[in-house]
């Protein structure tokens, strides 16, 4: 149980063992030497062959096992993010769990209107408003790919409103490394420069291959990019398991884990020491519709293996939670976000993305992330685990109350019940006063929780010259974009 | 010996040993290599895509079977000179300018390649001149163009506006799929349209081949 998750009091996850573990590592090594990756960019494909990689006569580089070694090495096993007021809220390591939202769904699911239609500036805006005010929410994503504003700003211009409408850390997506630059840039502005930024990162960049085995150019510019600012990135494939990757969980994992290994050996070689997040996820496709499937049993199992890799490698781990293929914020969406949510939490994933995607990731829905803000306070309460010393085994209250007695009026009772998980939408109350308060469901009540927050939450603001040299990155980019 | 019949038969069970002997056996026993193709193996596959259809059978099979399939067309093949060999129509495919993803259009690829397309697969990155020397080469009857990047799809357009300007928009049907891409965007650049997923594109192109 080595590598097992490791929570409170004695709860424990595991899903491989050290024996599976050494087989998957074994079996990605060979992926790396004996199969290869494309590397579509120079200096990397140079940074790798000086490192002591092999280039082939068919252009594919094969990656020795001891500069995967040397890199897990170098590898910080730890990160701390922190908040836009530099208050340290995230820690990247062993079992702890962080949630966050997902970035760039096309549709935005109207949740008092139940209407579809594409994300507005103002619509992602509130949203991120919206994950601000969540107390379970850990840090912020970009929601929704804006359809109002020119294509080539959209990641620039949702990472101001990230800044600008919540305190949180942030995880981002950027199209290219000159993107990266100009978040990098706004992020300093925020948090009181780039030397500051550099050793408190603020925010974790995304960066992924292009499955099976390729490294394409964009992002591994952002990956040395990451590397040399120190921003905190993962190298994380989105593996569609029968199609980019082979379809059993281990062999899914095995390539993805390749993947990410390979993406680490890079990030290495160009800044050893340089903060870098473990995982991937998994959407199999379905064979009868060829749809990527979100939040399926294999999808749980593929993370239980990320966490305890990461755990084995000593890296921090990146993950999903709270997310489902359901068209519709219904009982599927319910079903399988939760699932996820439950699971991530057992397996002691450090941050995980996605809470609030339904239609596998096309689709936003506020609704199941309000949901899920209960649903992630239910699975944090159990990962306080079961306390049994003697006050909590209680042996002497059940002495004082004696057979026949009732624990109700003892001072025990009194001095614990409040440690006792609490809703915040659930109803405990009985069925006549539940009716006499309107007989609200649960959706009716995560709607009201919805249209409080958009009406009465202010984010702390920035400093109006900090919002100033935001707009100001903005504008420049514009200038230089020809827009 | 195995019949004509028997070849329905092992395409539906995508043995490609069985396919290729019988195919070779009825072949030297001298039976016309088009009706072999027509009444023996074209039969397999159009009944595992009424059982796929059904819900009977799944994407992975349907592969198996085209290639045990295409294993006898190809045997079959070489005996027809001269002869048009049966298809349901051309289609030159590829991922636009900048984009390395190919998954969904190989899935695209595969799946019109099954239903009896001859499919010209272009790969990945491909450029919009590139796009043009096929059509100009192949003259296919259906140009199929994939994104999955929202910054690569503008890409589509300009594959658009080159066979405008080339002169070759009129002799081609423009088709267009990835993620990010929809309908609007489809009516938006001018295409002649869009499918949300590979069962759907198949039959978009039979609709419109």
């Known amino acids: 149980m080595e590598y097992a998750s490791k929570h409170g009091d004695g709860i424990a996850f595991r899903t491989l063992t050290l024996q599976q573990l050494k087989d998957i590592h074994s079996a990605s090594c060979r992926i790396l030497d004996e199969v290869g990756v494309i590397v579509h960019h120079d200096e990397a494909a140079d940074l790798l062959k000086k490192g002591g990689a092999y280039i082939d006569s068919k252009g594919r580089t094969h990656i020795p096992e001891a500069l995967i070694k040397r890199a897990l090495h170098s590898a910080p096993s730890r990160i701390t993010l922190y908040n836009r007021l530099g208050e340290p809220v995230i820690w990247m390591e062993k079992s702890n769990v962080h949630f966050g939202a997902g970035s760039d769904t096309l549709v935005y699911l109207d949740p008092f209107t139940g209407e579809r239609r594409d994300w507005t500036t103002e619509e992602v805006a509130t949203a991120i408003r919206v994950v601000d005010a969540l107390p379970q929410l850990d840090f912020v994503m970009s929601m929704g790919l804006l359809s109002d504003v020119d294509k080539r700003m959209i990641n620039r211009i949702q990472y101001a409103l990230m800044l600008k409408n919540s305190v949180k850390p942030q995880v981002v997506i950027a199209e290219d490394a000159p993107t990266v630059a100009d978040i990098t840039e706004m992020a300093a502005a925020a948090v009181g420069g780039r030397e500051k930024l550099k050793n408190m990162p603020h925010f974790v960049l995304y960066c992924e291959p292009t499955s099976p085995l390729q490294l394409p150019f964009e992002s591994v510019d952002k990956l040395l990019y990451a590397a040399e600012n120190k921003i905190p990135v993962n190298f994380a494939c989105g593996a569609v398991e029968g199609a980019s990757t082979p379809v059993t969980v281990a062999g899914a994992v095995a390539q993805a884990n390749a993947e990410a290994l390979c993406g680490l050996v890079l990030h290495q070689l160009k800044n050893p020491g340089a903060p870098f997040l473990y995982g991937f996820g998994g959407s199999p496709l379905d064979m009868r519709t060829m749809v990527a499937c979100y939040a399926v049993p294999e999808v749980l199992l593929l993370q239980g293996c990320v966490c305890d890799l990461s755990r084995f490698y000593s890296l921090p781990s990146w993950g999903y939670a709270g997310c489902s293929s359901s068209k519709d914020f219904d009982e599927q969406a319910i079903a399988e976000a939760t699932m996820f949510t439950v699971m991530g939490a057992l397996q002691g994933c450090n941050l995980m993305h996605d809470v609030f995607y339904i239609e596998s990731g096309r689709t936003g829905s506020l609704e199941l992330l309000v949901l899920m803000d209960e649903v992630i306070s239910r699975a944090r309460h159990i990962l306080k685990g079961v306390n049994t010393t003697p006050e909590y085994l209680a042996v002497d209250a059940v002495k004082r109350v004696g057979p026949g007695g009732n624990y109700l009026g003892d001072a025990h009772t009194a001095k614990h019940f409040r440690e006792k998980w609490q809703p915040t939408l659930s109803d405990f109350s009985t069925y006549s006063s539940w009716e006499a308060a309107g007989a609200k469901s649960m959706r009716e009540r995560i709607r009201e929780r919805l249209r409080s927050i958009m009406q009465e939450h202010k984010p702390v603001p920035l400093a109006p010259e900090v919002e100033e040299k935001i707009d100001a990155v903005i504008k420049q980019a514009k200038d230089r974009l020809g827009i | ?209």
């Not at chain 2, 450029?127 to 890409?155: Q, Y």
């Open chain 2, 1 to 209: 010996m195995a019949s004509i019949k028997d070849l329905t038969e092992f395409v539906i069970q995508a043995d490609i040993e069985k396919v290729k002997e019988t195919t070779a056996a009825l072949l030297a026993a001298g039976e016309d290599p088009l009706k072999i193709i027509n009444e023996g193996l074209i039969p397999g596959i159009n009944e595992v895509g009424e059982r796929f259809k059904e819900g009977n059978l799944f994407v992975p099979e349907m592969m198996m079977s085209a290639q045990a399939m295409k294993a006898g067309v190809d045997l079959a093949k070489e005996k027809i000179e001269g002869a048009d060999i049966p298809n349901a129509g051309t289609i030159v495919i590829g991922t636009v300018a900048g984009d390395l993803h190919d998954i969904g259009k190989n899935l695209v690829s595969m799946m019109l390649d099954s239903s009896g397309f001859n499919v010209v697969d272009l790969g990945v990155d491909v450029p919009a001149d590139k796009f043009i020397a096929a059509v100009k080469e192949h003259k296919p009857s259906i140009v199929g163009l994939s994104a999955l990047l929202t910054t690569t799809m503008p890409a589509m357009k300009e594959v658009i506006d080159a066979l405008k300007e080339s002169n070759l928009r009129d002799q081609v049907k423009v088709v267009i799929g990835g993620a990010p891409v929809s309908q609007a965007y489809a009516d938006e650049i001018g295409a002649d349209g869009y499918a949300p997923d590979a069962a759907l594109a198949v039959e978009l192109c039979k609709k419109i081949a």
